[in-house]
C-alpha cells in the first residue's frame, strides 16, 4: 500500500512564488493533517482537516491556505512564499474514533525559498 | 511555551551503549505517543502509553509512562547503528490534533 504520498519530494521558489503542495492517502482516513519540520523545532502544526469539508487552523497557518479536495485529498499552498516558509513539509492522515489513534505520514516535501 | 520538552536534544554513543531519552510536561496528558523518524522521511509511531506507570518494550526499546501522566521515558539497551534517528514524543488532544516535543537526535556509532 502507497500510504501517505507527498508531491513534489524537492521544489525551490523565488520569494513571491506561489505553489501547491499536493497529498493523497489511500487508508480511507477521515483526518488529514500538514505540519512544518523546522531544525531544533519538531514538528509544528499549520491545518488540519478533521473529515471531508472541514478545515481548522493550527499553530502556525499565517501565509498558507488548504483545501480538502475529497477524503482522500489535501492540498497546502502558498500563496506568496517568503523565505520565512524554506522548511520541510510533512502530510499526515489518521482514523478518528480513538484518541491514540497514531498519524500515518508522507516521506515530506522540501520547499527552499531563496 | 512548549508543552513537551524533550531531552537531551542531542545524543551521540557507540554501538552496544545504554541510552535514555525524556519527554516531560507540566501538564497531565490522557496519553502520549513516541515516533521515530529516520533521515528523509516521515515520522513512525512506535507505541502508545495510556495508563499512569504503564511499561510497553518493544524488542530492545522500553517506553515508561509516569505515575502522574507527566512525563515518560524511553530506554534503549545495546544500541545498534539501525536505532540512528530523531525520537519524538506527541500527544494528541480530543479534537484529534497532535502536539510534538522537539525531539531528541540519536547517533550510534559502529
Known amino acids: 500500500n502507497a500510504g501517505v504520498t507527498q508531491t513534489p519530494k524537492f521544489q525551490v521558489l523565488k520569494t513571491g512564488q506561489s505553489m501547491t503542495l499536493q497529498c493523497a492517502q489511500d487508508?480511507?482516513?477521515?483526518?488529514m493533517y500538514w505540519y512544518r519540520q523546522d531544525p531544533g523545532m519538531g514538528l509544528r502544526l499549520i491545518y488540519y482537516?478533521?473529515?471531508?469539508?472541514?478545515?481548522d487552523k493550527g499553530e502556525v497557518p499565517n501565509g498558507y491556505n488548504v483545501s480538502r479536495l475529497n477524503k482522500r485529498e489535501f492540498s497546502l499552498r502558498l500563496e506568496s512564499a517568503a523565505p520565512s516558509q524554506t522548511s520541510v513539509y510533512f502530510c499526515?492522515?489518521?482514523?478518528?474514533?480513538?484518541?491514540?489513534?497514531?498519524?500515518?505520514f508522507g516521506n515530506g516535501t522540501r520547499l527552499t525559498v531563496t | 511555551t512548549q508543552l513537551l520538552e524533550q531531552s537531551p536534544q542531542f545524543l551521540s554513543i557507540q554501538e552496544g551503549e545504554n541510552l535514555t531519552v525524556y519527554c516531560n510536561s507540566s501538564?497531565?496528558?490522557?496519553?502520549l505517543q513516541w515516533y521515530r523518524q529516520e533521515p528523509g522521511e516521515g515520522p513512525v509511531l512506535l507505541v502508545t502509553v495510556v495508563t499512569g506507570g504503564e511499561v510497553k518494550k518493544l524488542k530492545r526499546l522500553t517506553f515508561q509512562f509516569g505515575d502522574a501522566r507527566k512525563d515518560s521515558s524511553l530506554h534503549i539497551t545495546a544500541a545498534q547503528p539501525g536505532d540512528t534517528g530523531l525520537y519524538l514524543c506527541a500527544l494528541k488532544t480530543n479534537a484529534g490534533k497532535s502536539t510534538f516535543g522537539d525531539g531528541t537526535t540519536l547517533t550510534v556509532k559502529p
Open positions: 501538564s497531565v496528558f490522557s496519553s
Open positions: 482537516s478533521a473529515s471531508e469539508g472541514t478545515t
Open positions: 487508508m480511507n482516513h477521515n483526518s
Open positions: 499526515a492522515s489518521s482514523e478518528i474514533g480513538t484518541v491514540n489513534s497514531p498519524l500515518h
